[in-house]
């Protein structure tokens, strides 16, 4: 397994973006700073994603509803694939679907391509319909397509993430990426309708930070599995306190967005 897809407990340690915040062919030199890079969700066919206002900001956080906008896995492969290529960098590629067989046909066609060192499986996009299927029918599906390392990416909101977690591990998952956005609602204060588009979307930021630590705590308790966390880290302290409730790796998301990433610390 490739370092920066690392599965491994204690072997490796790596700081990634979280999914969907970064544009790597945009902003080629923060991608190159990480230690790998994970794209944005890729779904079977090409999704304009949801209806604007997709992004609001917050008090505790920032709020989106982009629903998993993004070219398709033909034009991924063809056309940002080779470019991501380029920037020399560990890729890891997430993947979402409205169904088992979307993850499932989207791993195998990754299976092959080198610079690919780890899938991320998103079973938990808070602003698309979910797959009828659960985390852990999905993970086993796509265990059967593919050889890459699997990250299963799981939602805070259910009512025992320990439980999705050890499902999720005996179906074949290598890791547990922690956690994806929760649900959440902003009103315009002059009309008291929502200030999104589709009405709600996902929180995330500070205000994602307890509960993505309650999580990767509960999910590393429950399994021992290397684990991506994120929500919510700002800091290097945020980052450590990530490791110290059972993370292996890190991931940044929200703090990407804010015009001077430094001003907390
Ligand atoms: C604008 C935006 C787009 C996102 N898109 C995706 C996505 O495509 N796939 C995914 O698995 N998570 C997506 N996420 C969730 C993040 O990867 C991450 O799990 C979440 O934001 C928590 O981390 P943070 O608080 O550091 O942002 C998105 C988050 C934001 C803010």
């Known amino acids: 397994m490739s370092s920066s897809g690392c599965a491994s407990k204690g072997r490796c340690s790596v700081l990634l973006n979280a999914s969907g ?11 190159r700073s990480l230690d790998a890079f994970v794209t944005k969700t890729v779904t079977p066919l090409p999704r304009d994603g949801n209806s ?5 900001e917050t008090d505790v956080g920032m709020l989106n509803s982009i629903g998993l906008a993004n070219p398709g896995i033909d ?4 056309r940002s694939l080779p470019q991501l290529e380029k920037l020399g960098m560990p890729i890891w590629v997430s993947v979402g679907g409205f169904e088992t067989d979307d993850y499932a046909d989207i791993c195998s066609r990754l299976d092959d391509h080198a610079a690919v060192s780890a899938i991320e499986l998103n079973v938990s996009c808070p602003n698309v319909e979910a ?11 796509a265990r059967l397509a593919t050889r890459k390392p699997l990250w299963a990416k799981l939602a805070p909101a259910v009512p025992d993430i320990g439980e999705v977690a050890k499902a999720a591990q005996a179906a074949g998952a290598d890791g547990l990426s922690v956690v994806n ?18 009405g709600q979307g996902g929180l995330s930021g500070p205000a994602l930070k307890p509960i993505a630590l309650a999580a990767v705590a509960t999910c590393y308790r429950a399994t021992s599995m290397p ?19 059972g993370a292996q ?4 998301g929200t703090t990407l967005f804010a015009q001077n990433t430094c001003s907390e610390q």
């Open 249 to 252: 790796h890190v991931a940044v």
């Open 227 to 245: 684990i991506v966390g994120m929500g919510g880290i700002r800091t290097g302290l945020d980052a450590l306190e990530f490791v110290a409730v």
């Open 21 to 31: 915040c970064l544009d790597a062919l945009v902003a080629p030199d923060v991608a």
């Open 181 to 198: 956005t929760i649900r959440g609602l902003k009103l315009d204060p002059r009309t008291l309708r929502p200030v999104l588009g589709p």
């Open 75 to 78: 034009r991924f492969l063809t």
């Open 52 to 56: 604007p206002v997709r992004i609001a």
């Open 131 to 141: 797959p009828v299927e659960s985390a852990a029918q999905i993970v086993a599906a």
